[in-house]
C-alpha cells in the first residue's frame, strides 16, 4: 500500500469518526439513525478501489468500537452495513463497466442504480438476519424470540420493514453521498487514482 493510500485512508478513517460524533444524523421512528459515517468509506472505494475500502472499514469498525455510544454492537452492524454497499458497489462497477475517471452520462447512471439495488438485495436480508439472531436480542436484553413481538408492538409494522426502510434509505444516502463526492474530486486531480 501506497503511502498516498495510507494518508486518504487515515484522513477518511479520522472523518469517518468524527461524522459519527458529530449531530449531523436523523433519527428514525424505528431506533435507527441515518447518518453519514460511511459516505468517507464508499469516497475510499471510489478513490482506491475495493481493497483499499475493505481496510478502511475494518479500521472503522475498531474506531467506532471506541468512540461509538453504540460501542462494538453498533460498530458491528455499520460495518457489515457498509460492507453490503461495498459489495454493491463493486457489482454494479464490473456489471456496468464503471469507470470513476471516464465514463458517460448514461453509465453513471445505470452504475448509481444498479449500486443501490445490489446494495439493499444483500444489505436488507443481512440486516434483518442480523437484528433478529445478533442485534437485537444483546441490545433489548430479550430472547430472540421475543424480537419480532416486542418491535412489531412498538412500531405497528412487520419486523422486516423496521429494519428495511431505515436500512434503504441509508444506502441510498452512503452511495449518492460518496459519488457526489468522489467525482468532482476526480475531476479536479485526476492524478489522485493513479
Known sequence: MK????ALIGIMLALSLM??????KVPTQW????DLVAIPIVVVYLLLGFASSLVSL??????????SPASWLGASMKFFATLSVILGLE?????????PDSYTEKQLI???VSAYLISIAIRIPLMV????YYALPIWLGIPREQ?????EEWFHIPFWLVIAIPNAVQSAVDIIGGILISLPVIRALPHILE
Not at 461524522?19 to 449531523?24: C, E, G, M, R, T
Not at 457489482?91 to 469507470?99: D, G, Q
Open 3 to 6: 503511502s498516498r493510500e495510507i
Open 19 to 24: 461524522l459519527n460524533v458529530s449531530p449531523l
Open 31 to 34: 431506533g435507527m439513525t441515518i
Open 58 to 67: 475494518a479500521l472503522l469498525f475498531i474506531g467506532l468500537s471506541i468512540v
Open 91 to 99: 457489482t454494479a462497477k464490473k456489471l456496468t463497466k464503471f469507470s
Open 110 to 112: 445505470a452504475f448509481i
Open 129 to 132: 438476519g442480523l437484528n433478529y
Open 147 to 151: 424480537v419480532i413481538p416486542k418491535i
